[in-house]
């Protein structure tokens, strides 16, 4: 595959203003009558070093800060109020909160008192009643490294945990940011110094693109695991140990660049297009959804890599219950390579002996005694183009050597793993087996033959025109997504309707293609990942290249 065709950073114009760089700029849009401030933003962003700059930008000005990190209710008051049974004291997991961001503070934040310039400045500033509010945000794989690291902090403390931020943190941010987006009055990206853009900017910047292709932003990380085909391929992170886990399209963390180049963008989160036009982009799956946008699309690199961990994800029942979800991972693994004799573990086998496996997992941990997997799972041959749906509770992983399109549900952080290959993780320690929720939810009714015949399906044709057809690959009454796959020959076009229904696309053989609107094209190279918003109506998917190509679609009937 020629790399040049896939695009690592994708971006969109800015409507009704542009992308300003600094705080002086920023500043200088303030009003010179008094005014009160609010300067919000997740607790990862650094709130000492922002405060001092943006202090020091007022000149001839009399500027008074209140500090919201400073309110914060006492660390075993915070947690009384955001852990909750059945998982108090749990080491991997934490059910979501039902508690807000302002049940974080000793009392309801007001603004300081001043004659001029008075800002509330740290995690819930909007939460005080001010003129203005600026949003400074940076995306979440910073603070996800930055605790990894050991310089993170969690809201409240600087003690952090990436448990606390994954189940706590990020839940309670991600709800305050949507609450105020409509009333943003700037937002700020702060990944590389400060560049922002009015609020009525980003507003109207994506209500261009509900109604549009839109393609977010990728980027892989790195893990024990990894392989190197998205380095070798794709051109990520040449100077990696490896690339994994490739973020396409997943839905709480994944970012819209809006800008005219590099050095002129800004980041949004991808939530805000969701939340601010919903009927527009979710159509049909907003009743049962809400603004959740149910589909994430991810890469798993193997490829010179080794297996992934042994794990299965939460059924439904416990999902909601115990983890505090509405709906559950259920996934599928869409081969898009895979190496000569590489394979994919899937299912129970009809022999297995559940106590032994668990004894055998509980050796794993205790003892460092390997795990004799294939005496407990089946595997199947990784043949690109094969789709393996992993309803929940399936045990599953993908084997060294493929380069899975994992298209599933949009929860993402429930593998419950079994066995790791006796694996250290990149901090040299023993990667977290949470077995007991893996063996709680372990599926053992669909095994032996009923796997192969129900969870490796093969393609059926449900519609085609000249040059083209359109294939069911996945389809299972449990799961609330189907996958299909455009076969499409060169200098055809695939005819399409989102017919109030959402279309997530991914370019999985051949070079590229371009997706055809009413009012705009888009061009999408293989390996690319576009959504279709329902509100985008007829579209057409034409070749380019003399080459056939495959397009993979997950959608939600």
């Not at 009003?31 to 009160?36: D, N, S």
């Not at 991997?92 to 807000?100: I, R, V």
């Not at 310039?117 to 490294?145: M, Q, S």
């Amino acid at each position: 595959m020629d790399a040049i065709w896939y695009d690592r950073e994708p971006r969109y114009p800015v409507a009704g203003g542009s992308v300003v760089d600094g705080w002086p700029a920023a500043v200088a849009s303030l009003p010179a009558t008094p005014f009160t401030l609010a300067l919000d933003g997740p607790a990862n962003l650094p709130w000492d070093a922002v405060i001092t700059t943006l202090t020091s930008t007022f000149v001839d000005r009399d500027v008074t800060v209140l500090d919201t990190r400073e309110a914060y209710a006492p660390w075993h008051t915070i947690v009384a109020r955001t852990e909750s049974d059945p998982l108090t004291g749990d080491p991997h997991f934490a059910k979501l909160p039902a508690a807000g961001l302002a049940d974080l503070f000793r009392e309801p934040l007001a603004p300081p008192a001043g004659t001029d310039v008075r800002i509330v400045c740290g995690p819930g500033a909007a939460l005080a009643a001010t003129d203005l509010l600026w949003y400074a945000d940076i995306p979440k794989r910073y603070a996800e490294a930055d605790i990894a690291a050991g310089r993170g902090v969690n809201l409240g403390t600087e003690n952090a945990t990436l448990r606390r931020l994954f189940f706590v943190d990020w839940p309670i941010l991600d709800a305050h940011r949507d609450a105020i987006a409509p009333r943003i009055d700037r937002w700020i990206d702060l990944q590389e110094g400060m560049r922002s853009i009015s609020g009525d900017a980003l507003r109207e910047s994506l209500a261009v693109l509900a109604t549009s292709p839109v393609r977010t932003r990728p980027y892989f990380n790195s893990t024990p695991w990894g392989g190197h085909w998205a380095q070798r391929e794709l051109g990520f992170s040449p100077d990696a140990t490896n690339t994994a886990l490739g973020y396409e399209l997943i839905a709480p963390e994944s970012g819209i660049l809006l800008g005219n180049s590099a050095t002129a963008q800004v980041e949004v989160p991808f939530q805000l297009l969701v939340v601010l036009h919903p009927d527009e982009v979710m159509g049909a799956a907003r009743p049962d959804f809400g603004t959740s946008f149910p589909i994430r699309f991810d890469y798993l690199d193997t490829d010179g890599g080794d297996n992934l961990s042994l794990h299965c994800h939460p059924k439904e029942r416990y999902m909601r219950e115990v983890f505090g979800w509405p709906y559950t991972q259920h996934e599928t693994y869409y081969l898009v390579h895979g190496s000569e004799g590489s394979r994919v573990f899937l299912g129970l086998r009809s022999d297995v002996d559940t106590e032994v496996f668990r004894k055998q997992v509980e050796r794993a941990v205790t003892r460092a005694e390997p795990v004799e997997v294939t005496e407990h799972v089946q595997t199947f041959p990784a043949e690109p183009g094969q789709l393996f749906m992993i309803p929940a509770g399936t045990p599953h992983a993908s084997g060294a050597g493929n380069v899975v399109l994992e298209i599933s549900a949009t929860p993402y952080l429930y593998s419950l793993r079994f066995y790791d290959w006796l694996r250290l993780g990149l901090d040299g320690k023993p990667r977290p087996l949470p077995y007991e929720h893996g063996f709680a939810n372990l599926e053992t009714e669909r095994i032996g033959r009923r796997v192969g015949e129900e969870l490796v399906q093969r393609p059926r044709q449900v519609a085609g025109g000249d040059g083209w057809s359109e294939l069911v690959v996945g389809a299972l009454d449990e799961m609330f997504y189907e996958v299909r796959r455009l076969e499409i020959a060169p200098s055809h076009a695939a005819k399409q309707d989102t017919a109030g229904h959402f279309h997530v696309l991914n370019v999985t053989a051949g070079a590229a293609v371009v997706i055809e609107t009413a009012t705009r094209t888009h061009r999408l190279a293989r390996a690319e990942t576009l959504v279709v918003p329902a509100a985008v109506g007829p579209y057409e998917v034409r070749v380019i290249g003399d080459e056939p190509v495959h397009v993979v679609k997950a959608w939600v009937p």
